[in-house]
């Protein structure tokens, strides 16, 4: 069975770093769009970044663009969110998500994989 594991989440201080990870299991990810999510409790679970699968490429939701950071190293076959100027509307649980598509989606449709999320807490 695939699976995504997320780990590295917790509580930090508003204006702290928090890096989290995302690794799969069952199967290698080095060929897909990998993307992280989150989501408050009453809320849609919004787009926070989108990384190619070579790491060439990324996007971002423009609440994160300058703070957040993407990356990957697939001879790890992880994926990263470095997470810095933390602000407590940050905080949320944080999914990882893998894609087949070549571009980078940010649907939650367009995903194919995903973890079952990590919390992050910041508080103020």
């Known amino acids: 069975q695939v699976q995504l594991v997320e780990s590295g989440g917790g509580l930090v201080q508003a204006g702290g770093s928090l890096r989290v990870s995302c690794a799969p299991s069952?199967?290698?990810?080095?060929?897909?769009?990998m993307g992280w999510f989150r989501q408050v409790p009453g809320k849609e679970r919004e787009f926070v970044a989108a990384i190619s699968w070579s790491g060439g490429r990324t996007y971002y939701a423009d609440s994160v663009k300058g703070r957040f950071t993407i990356s990957r190293d697939n001879a790890k076959n992880t994926v990263y969110l470095q997470m810095s100027s933390l602000k407590p509307e940050d905080t949320a649980v944080y999914y990882c998500?893998?894609?087949?598509?070549?571009?980078?989606?940010?649907?939650?449709?367009?995903?194919?994989?995903w973890g079952q999320g990590t919390q992050v807490t910041v508080s103020s």
């Open positions: 998500a893998a894609s087949t598509q070549d571009y980078l989606p940010d649907g939650r449709s367009e995903y194919d994989y």
């Open positions: 069952g199967r290698t990810f080095s060929r897909y769009t």
